[in-house]
C-alpha cells in the first residue's frame, strides 16, 4: 500500500470521526488503567458495567487497596479472568503509592513494570490518558493492519512498528481509535461489513464481500 493511500484512508476516517476516544468510561489516568487491565479478554460494555459501581466508590489506589483484592472482585466478578485481574490491580496500586506518590507514571518503562500492564496497555495510557502519539494494536488493529494492506506483521509489535512509519503524523494520535472502531464495527472478523465501509475503495483485502 502506497503513502497515498494511507494518508486517503485516514483523511477519511477522520472526517467521519473527528473527535474517536475509547469506549472504556473514565475520568481519570488511574480509572482508565484500571479500566483497561480489567478490559483484556473482555469487552468493554462489561468494564464500564463493572466500574459505574466500582468507581464511585473506589477510584484512588489507595481507596482500591482498602477494598482489598476480596472486596474488588465483588465488582468485578462478572468480567473474565477476574481474579488474576483483581490480583494485579491490588499490586499494582501498592506500587504506585510507594513509587509514584499514587499518581500514574507517564513513561512506558514505568507503566510496564506495573503489574497486569504489557505494551498495549501502556500505549493506551500513554495516548489516552497523557497525549502521546502512540498506537495500541489490539486484535482488531492486527487483523485490520494486515486483511487491508496497512501495515502487514507477522505479531503485534511488528504491525505497531509499521504503522508509527507509515502513519502520517497529523494522524498518530488518534489513529488506533479509527482502527479499532473499525475492526469493531465494520471491518470485524468473520463477515466484514465492506458495503457500509468507508475505505472500501481504498483497501487491498482481495475477498471483499458486499453481500
Known amino acids: 500500500?502506497?503513502?497515498?493511500?494511507?494518508?486517503?484512508?485516514?483523511?477519511?476516517?477522520?472526517?467521519?470521526?473527528?473527535?474517536?476516544?475509547?469506549?472504556?468510561?473514565?475520568?481519570?489516568?488511574?480509572e482508565l488503567l484500571v479500566a483497561v487491565i480489567l478490559s483484556a479478554q473482555a469487552t468493554?460494555?462489561?468494564?464500564?458495567?463493572?466500574?459505574?459501581?466500582?468507581?464511585?466508590?473506589?477510584?484512588?489506589?489507595?481507596?482500591i487497596l482498602d477494598l482489598g483484592?476480596?472486596?474488588l472482585r465483588e465488582y468485578v466478578?462478572?468480567?473474565?479472568?477476574?481474579?488474576?485481574k483483581s490480583k494485579h490491580i491490588i499490586a499494582m496500586c501498592r506500587i504506585l503509592l510507594e513509587q509514584h506518590g499514587g499518581e500514574v507514571p507517564r513513561t512506558r518503562e514505568a507503566l510496564e513494570a506495573l503489574?497486569?500492564?504489557?505494551?498495549?496497555?501502556?500505549n493506551v495510557i500513554l495516548n489516552t490518558a497523557f497525549g502521546q502519539p502512540t498506537i495500541?494494536?489490539?486484535?482488531?488493529?492486527?487483523r485490520i493492519s494486515n486483511r487491508i494492506g496497512l501495515a502487514p506483521g507477522k505479531d503485534v509489535v511488528e504491525v505497531e512498528k509499521k504503522l508509527m512509519k507509515?502513519?502520517?503524523?497529523?494522524?498518530k494520535q488518534d489513529?488506533?481509535?479509527?482502527?479499532?472502531?473499525?475492526g469493531r464495527y465494520v471491518c470485524v472478523a468473520r463477515k466484514p461489513k465492506c458495503r457500509e465501509c468507508i475505505i472500501q475503495d481504498l483497501c487491498e483485502f482481495r475477498e471483499k464481500d458486499f453481500g
Open 166 to 171: 507509515f502513519v502520517p503524523e497529523e494522524f
Open 115 to 122: 503489574p497486569g500492564v504489557g505494551r498495549k496497555t501502556a
Open 175 to 182: 489513529a488506533h481509535h479509527w482502527l479499532i472502531l473499525h
Open 136 to 142: 495500541a494494536v489490539d486484535t482488531h488493529i492486527f
Open 69 to 71: 483484592e476480596a472486596g
Open 44 to 63: 468493554d460494555r462489561s468494564v464500564n458495567i463493572a466500574t459505574r459501581e466500582l468507581f464511585p466508590v473506589a477510584n484512588t489506589p489507595q481507596k
Open 1 to 30: 500500500m502506497n503513502a497515498a493511500k494511507r494518508r486517503e484512508i485516514f483523511s477519511r476516517l477522520q472526517a467521519a470521526n473527528p473527535h474517536p476516544t475509547t469506549e472504556l468510561e473514565h475520568k481519570t489516568p488511574f
Open 77 to 84: 466478578q462478572r468480567i473474565g479472568l477476574y481474579q488474576t
